[in-house]
């Protein structure tokens, strides 16, 4: 069944999610999220959206910035901004998650604060974890020299 078949049917999801693009929010096998199907109403800055990327992969990210026609959106462990997401793509809106078995509402002041922070220091995030690649990338070509010469 896909999402969409699931969302027409039940309305939320709650699942745990693949991969490393929102820690330190939410971590594989460790915690869970709670979807709600969205409605015809616009997503906010600070929403963590799961949406619907061609050729039919689905992402769980957040919204730092809301245009008129789109979206732009960051996972929370990402680097790479992605641009042009609408309202057409998007699937549901998180409203809540588990973590270590404590439920949390993405009503909760320290949830607000955190999305709040998160997004205020993207650029700062992006721009260290693009230096420490570099770093890494220019290490492992001295080592390479090193043992090859």
Not at 8 to 33: A, H, W
Not at 85 to 113: A, H, P, Q, S, W
Request: proline content about 3%; charged content about 30%; hydrophobic content about 35%.
């Amino acid at each position: 069944m896909k999402y969409e078949e699931y969302f027409e049917q039940y309305g939320d999801l709650t699942y745990c999610n693949v991969g490393t693009s929102m820690l330190p929010l939410i971590k594989q096998g460790r915690d869970l999220f709670t979807i709600t199907k969205k409605g015809e109403e616009r997503c906010k800055k600070y929403d963590v959206v799961l949406y619907r990327r061609p050729p039919g992969q689905y992402v769980l990210h957040r919204i730092i910035e809301v245009r008129r026609d789109d979206y732009v959106i960051l996972g929370d462990n990402c680097i790479n901004k992605e641009y042009g997401i609408t309202d057409d793509d998007i699937l549901g809106v998180m409203t809540g998650f588990m973590r270590k078995g404590k439920n949390y509402t993405c009503e909760n002041f320290g949830y607000k604060v955190y999305s709040w922070v998160w997004v205020m220091f993207a650029p700062v995030r992006i721009l260290a974890k693009r230096a420490i690649l570099w770093v890494k990338r220019h290490i492992k070509k001295m080592i390479g020299k090193k043992t090859n010469g």
